[in-house]
């Protein structure tokens, strides 16, 4: 399966924005899916993941309660809603696809990632 990431920008801490993962070449019900972000010298690390229905989500601590990860099957998409964005949220994001159709938070439990969009919160 191939992963388009888009909606990334450079916004004010506080600000919202809204990435989305377009999914093409297999069937996009049949994966989990998961966002990591990477900042400069560091590790990728874990953000929000649901899983082929979207009935069940999760999320990183770091995030929980002003993300959200969602999914339309029909679209063929993955979207993270980020709201109340802060500095430390400043990072590469990056979905990915899991072809067992629950989550996981391990990137090398993921099967395809999208090329990463840039997210920059000024303070």
């Known amino acids: 399966v191939q992963l388009q990431a888009s909606g990334g920008g450079l916004v004010q801490a506080g600000d919202s924005l809204r990435l989305s993962c377009a999914a093409s070449g297999r069937t996009f019900s049949n994966y989990a899916m998961g966002w990591f972000r990477q900042a400069p010298g560091n590790e990728r690390e874990f953000v929000a993941a649901i899983n082929w229905s979207g009935g069940n989500t999760y999320y990183a601590d770091s995030v929980k309660g002003r993300f959200t990860i969602s999914r339309d099957n029909a679209k063929n998409t993955v979207y993270l809603q980020m709201n109340s964005l802060k500095p430390e949220d400043t990072a590469v994001y990056y979905c990915?696809?899991?072809?067992?159709?629950?989550?996981?938070?391990?990137?090398?439990?993921?099967?395809?990632w999208g090329q990463g969009t840039q997210v920059t919160v000024s303070s």
């Open positions: 990915a696809a899991r072809s067992r159709g629950y989550y996981s938070t391990r990137p090398y439990e993921y099967d395809y």
